[in-house]
């Protein structure tokens, strides 16, 4: 008690800066005059009574500082002092705190990088209330795919649990919304049961959410609006609620605004009731199409709630043997469902990368500093001798460590926050869903903190320990220089730079085989002029547009509409355009077998007429498909497609059959091909695959991708197709409205970023071997400064005290290279789809790098070279 | 913590300024050591001394301190006796006269 209440006197006295010492000084003022009054009265001179009270008193400058540390925290006073002198010293030398700050700045901020990006993918979570206690529900089948859950098994599930306060469904689907006075828009929808909301997330910032009644079948159509759709195309109008929308032509009223990133994971932008999903009560208990969640009620356990789950499931197989018998539930929580776990082997290099960056970037910091260890080796041994403990010269040190540190964090913090925007800013913005987002928060503050301290471990607490064991007498006779290096020490830094190397052999390797194996586009692709095409995406309703002729006919309309326009040079529709996918399909010949290598999957994509003019593109061989009517049994095949099956054959006029990948076993309907068309990818990253063109009109996905060649500025096009649309259909949204170059850019978007990373990682690593290689050479010639005097003196010409060091150098450079090389290998054949030693084959990409490392050698030998060079060997001698 | 330069036992001048408290009633540093002096008979007590064991008793909350005036209106820092300290005091002296007669005992057997 006593104890704690000395100790908050003390903290006070720091804290409200008590004026302690003022009240001391006029105490003591006022003793002294007293007792000078005193003796002064027993009839002592003045001036000798004041002497005599100051003898009696005692040393006054001895009872301050009894006093002083008597009160206040004086750690505290002692480590500001040592800030402000670490802060002084670090000034003097700017060159090295400069360097050693970026140095660490980049380790720091890179790891920071890393881990703002691994902390969204897998560690926060959706951003709900006690997410641990919410669980997902999906089905696992026979062939161990994780699927949805039926309408029919949900409904049996809901109603006969004990350990949850609800279960409840959604699914995703795209709506259309119009008949509020504006031009029909498609939005994200989702489909979700009642108390959806309450039991998960999702709040409405107006208006209320949807009841268990909204959710009735029967029940009055209702929408809720995201809050996103609601300032954009309502301008946020409170009028809004109560007002009748038209959502895929039915009326609805809105009844409330729900906040876009409620903790609901989905990106939708309209919300409905469950019960008004088109032909849910008609769904089949095999359409597994709905994801489930529920929250554990309190007072029972997740695990009582998974095993509730299971056996409600099992009952479920027995009761419905012909759908379920091969069917179990899987119940994981919520954030298990939507992130992936950090420990998952997709992260492994990343955490790696951001490990090995800061490790790299301390242990070079670690470097520079004994590099200049020299002058401090003196000054540490000035301040032993004069009765410094060790503690005290290791917390100096520990202290000018987290200076740097900490300038290297706030740096790190800032290239960190740049260099995750700019990131994100090469990911399409709707690529990720709101739960994705790459942000600072609390968690990457404190991995910030917690990785800088550990910095300061590596880099000042070790050669801190190891300097102030420092001998005192050796060094003050020695005028302070060179305590040789040990040879472990020695040994440390040669391995220490070679595995520097080395990873950035590995990652340049990296960059070099990417720019390699990235491939290029496809001759036929060069030459499609992509910023004159627009494209849009048309969904047809099935209810206006039922069958396939409906749609085949809806496209000709328009495209007839739309060719009549001056500015309008062709148009065409397709499944999907370039790079958007293509469907998987088995291939079977009519009279000849498969060629015995080739595969028996080609991929499918269903144009209209004109595709290929639309595009730019001339066929390579054959008559133009499809023709005006497009209805006729025939396909064109594309160039590797030939390559691959038709090898002797010529494929003109020859019949195949193509189906479904997984579809039983039919007789074949034969298509004729009529023509070969050239080289378009459908899926980036991929080699070109073998293509067949159906028509689309025999196909008519209620989907489809509208291509619009412009003769003009394809910005001015958006409005005129849009109008055009509407003058065919009123309430028909066209949607991902871009050119055929954005559709290419965000299709390829993966692989750029990736090059961007690693790119970014190498020129991080070359820069930082660059700084460790001047940090070892640096502190080689402190420490061989006699050595060089004494060989200069003996007339070594300044070329030889140059070979002298580069040799060294060009050593540690040569092992770096030859184990980065084997490091290369190791690392391909493990997470390379390609040969594992494609690098040994790759002369170019070889000589490159050995011709950058031998460059960052020559940069970072070049101010150490220098002075050895100009050494006076007269003083090098002497000083020593 | 021992205080320097005193040949007063360690704890013993806290005792004793504690004691010259509760007897005196409230006074300032200078009248504090004067007192001890003249009690002890001329004890070679450095005055100062008495500051960081004024700090120390304070910090424990057994003395409080408030400005006042002294006899020949000088400023001066009076210290008081808190119920806290009349309380250690009576604990301290308890131990002190055991400690006392303990020691004596062993130094009689010893003669």
Known sequence: MTRIRVWLSRVLDVMLRRGR?????????????????????????????????RRAFGGVDQLKVVHREQRGLPIVDAVAQDVRFALRLLRRDRGFSMTAILVLALGIGVNNMLFTILNAHTLRGLPIDRPDRVLAVS?????????????????????????????VAFTNAPVIVSGDGQAPARFEGAFISGDAFTIVGGRPVLGRAFSANDDRAGAAAVA?????????????????????????????????????????????????????????????RSDRSLVV???????????????????????MAGDHPDTNKHVRARVVSINERYFLSWTHPAWFAFIAAGCLVVLISSANVANLMLARAVARTREIAVRTSLGASRLRIVRQLLIEGSVLAACGAVLGLGLAIAGVRLFRSAIPADALPYWLE?????????????????????????????????????????????????????????????????????????????????????????AIDTRDVLTATVTLPSERYPTPQHRSDFYRHFAERLRARPDIASVSVASAPPLMGAAERRITFAGRTRPPDAQDTVRSVSIGPRYFETLGLALVRGRSFPDEDGNQPNVLVNEELVRQFFAEVDPIGQRIAITAPNAPAAPESWVTIVGIAPDIRQRPGNDADPIVYVSYASTASVTATLLVRSRTDTSALATTLRDEAAALDSNLPLYRMRTLAQVVRDAQWNGRVARMLILTLTIIAVGLSTVGMYAVTAHAVTQQTREIGVRMALGARPRQVAQLILRRAMFQIGLGFFVGVICTILWDSRFSTGRADAILFDPRSLFTIAALMVAIAAIACLIPVRRATRLDPVQAIRRS | MPTPDSEVPYGTLDLMVLKTLAVMGPLHGYGLARR????????ALNQGTIYPALLRLEQKAWIKSSWGTSDNNRRARFYAITAAGRRQLAAEAALWARTVSMVNRLLEDES
């Not at chain 1, 795919?145 to 006969?160: M, N, T």
């Not at chain 1, 609601?230 to 959502?247: E, H, M, N």
């Not at chain 1, 550990?454 to 005192?472: E, G, M, N």
């Not at chain 1, 305590?483 to 520097?500: D, V």
């Open chain 1, 21 to 53: 010492e003022e009240r001391l000084d006029e105490e003591i003022r006022t003793h002294l005059d007293l007792l000078t009054d005193e003796y002064v009265a027993r009839g002592m001179p003045r001036a000798e009574a004041a002497h005599a009270a």
């Open chain 1, 139 to 167: 089905t696992i089948d026979d062939r161990n795919q994780d699927r949805g859950v039926s309408y029919a098994d949900f409904s049996d599930l809901r109603d006969g649990l004990h350990t949850f306060m609800g279960l």
């Open chain 1, 224 to 284: 809720l609006i995201g809050s996103g759709a609601w300032q954009t195309r309502y301008g946020a109008d409170r009028g809004i609620l109560g007002r009748s929308v038209l959502v895929n032509g039915a009326p609805a009223t809105v009844i409330g605004v729900v906040a876009d990133r409620s903790g609901f994971p989905s990106t939708a932008e309209i919300w409905l009731p469950l019960s008004q999903l088109p032909g849910l009560s008609a769904q089949k």
């Open chain 1, 293 to 315: 969640f529920g929250r554990v009620r309190d007072g029972a356990t997740v695990d009582d709630a998974r095993a509730e789950i299971l056996a409600a499931s099992d009952r």
């Open chain 1, 438 to 526: 790459y942000s600072t928060d609390s968690r990457v503050i404190a991995a910030l903190v917690t990785v800088s301290a550990a910095t300061v471990f590596v880099f000042a607490l070790l050669p801190a320990i190891h300097s102030s064991k420092t001998d005192v007498n050796g060094v003050l006779k020695d005028e302070g220089v060179t305590i040789p290096a040990s040879r472990g020490g020695r040994r440390w830094t040669t391995a220490f730079l070679t595995a520097e190397f080395a990873l950035a052999v590995v990652l340049m390797a990296q960059v070099s085989l990417s720019l390699r194996v990235d491939r290029p586009p496809l001759p036929s692709e060069r």
């Open chain 2, 36 to 43: 001890i002096e003249q009690v002890t008979g001329g004890l």
